[in-house]
T-cell receptor, first 113, second 113 residues
């Protein structure tokens, strides 16, 4: 248990669906991250939020829309996804975005059909 | 561009044998370096980190890693592997100039009884 909780753990969605991934941390951290982990590829940083402000968007397609209502919660809204978006989506948090020790959630395994 | 390379995709060792997982980085300056472990279906757990000082760092679960500037390497070692060490291991590097944590592609470790 790292203190970072992701829900749901598994999600299957059609290409026309809209769904959201949720991440929650109660570690008092101010930075939160979304990573995508695909088979046989390095972890890809998608978004960084620092003190609720988005500080990095790593050229992510607009069908992924993040939301950070407060420092403890991070969402990833999904719509009109493609099968190649199937992956493990990992949330992480750290004290600040310049603090390099990140704590990861268990991930949401997303399958787009 | 900055990068982290893990040359070995898969490694198999016998239980009780020693282990070394390789990691090389390519950065203009010495980055902060990390090893994470991911068990099946789980998120990433930090094993150890190197920021500065002693080049041999100790981590959890009996792991250690040695930073070698001349070789741009940060190899992970364990003297005697246990079956529970079977997992995927990720090397990561953070450079303040890029303000980004970059991961290698991972090494999957299998342990034979």
């Amino acid at each position: 248990e790292t203190g970072v909780t992701q829900t749901p753990r598994h999600l299957v969605m059609g290409m026309t669906n809209k769904k959201s991934l949720k991440c929650e941390q109660h570690l008092g951290h101010n930075a939160m991250y979304w990573y995508k982990q695909s088979a046989k590829k390095p972890l890809e940083l998608m978004f960084v939020y620092n003190f609720k402000e988005q500080t990095e968007n790593n050229s992510v397609p607009s069908r992924f829309s993040p939301e950070c209502p407060n420092s403890s919660h991070l969402f990833l809204h999904l719509h009109t996804l493609q099968p190649e978006d199937s992956a493990l989506y990992l949330c992480a948090s750290s004290q600040e975005s310049s603090d390099t020790e990140a704590f990861f959630g268990q991930g949401t395994r997303l399958t787009v059909v | 561009a900055q990068s982290v390379t893990q040359p070995d995709i898969h490694i198999t060792v016998s239980e009780g044998a020693s282990l070394e997982l390789r990691c090389n980085y390519s950065y203009g300056a010495t980055p902060y370096l990390f090893w994470y472990v991911q068990s099946p279906g789980q998120g990433l757990q930090l094993l150890l980190k190197y920021f500065s000082g002693d080049t041999l760092v100790q981590g959890i679960k009996g792991f250690e890693a040695e930073f070698k500037r001349s070789q741009s390497s940060f190899n992970l070692r364990k003297p005697s592997v246990h079956w529970s060490d079977a997992a995927e291991y990720f090397c990561a590097a953070f450079s303040g100039g890029y303000n980004k944590l970059i991961f290698g592609a991972g090494t999957r470790l299998a342990v034979h009884p």
